[in-house]
């Protein structure tokens, strides 16, 4: 009867460190994906401001409380707007920075196209 207690211990433990580990992972992850709004070079992740603490806390309540990555994301730009995010959704709002870097390649591989033209003759 020891046997199985310990047994059913054992496995109860590792079950909860596997959990924890999840949501650290799912932590880190989210975290690397948010802009610090004071530090605004920084991600969550990687900054010690007073702002950032609050963040990475609330981030750890809310994963604990059951909620998914997107909820996350939705309830921070709700609260803060899009500019939180790193990796913004692709909605009207955020055409422009989704389409401007294939814009500015292609305007400039035609410019060099062009150049090459005109230098061959």
Do not use: H
Request: charged share 25%.
């Amino acid at each position: 009867m020891k046997i199985l207690k310990i047994i059913l211990l054992l496995i109860v433990v590792l079950f909860s460190t596997t959990l924890n580990a999840n949501e650290d992972k799912l932590q880190i992850e989210i975290t690397k994906n948010l802009r610090c709004l004071i530090c605004q070079g920084q991600s969550i992740y990687d900054s010690d401001s007073e702002f950032a603490t609050s963040l990475k806390l609330l981030i750890k309540n809310k994963i604990k409380e059951g909620f998914s990555e997107d909820q996350i994301y939705n309830f921070l730009t709700d609260k803060y707007g899009d500019w939180i995010l790193y990796d913004p959704k692709f909605n009207k709002n955020t055409y422009l920075l989704w389409f401007l870097p294939l814009l500015i390649f292609l305007i400039g591989g035609a410019i060099v196209s062009k150049k090459l033209i005109k230098f061959k003759k």
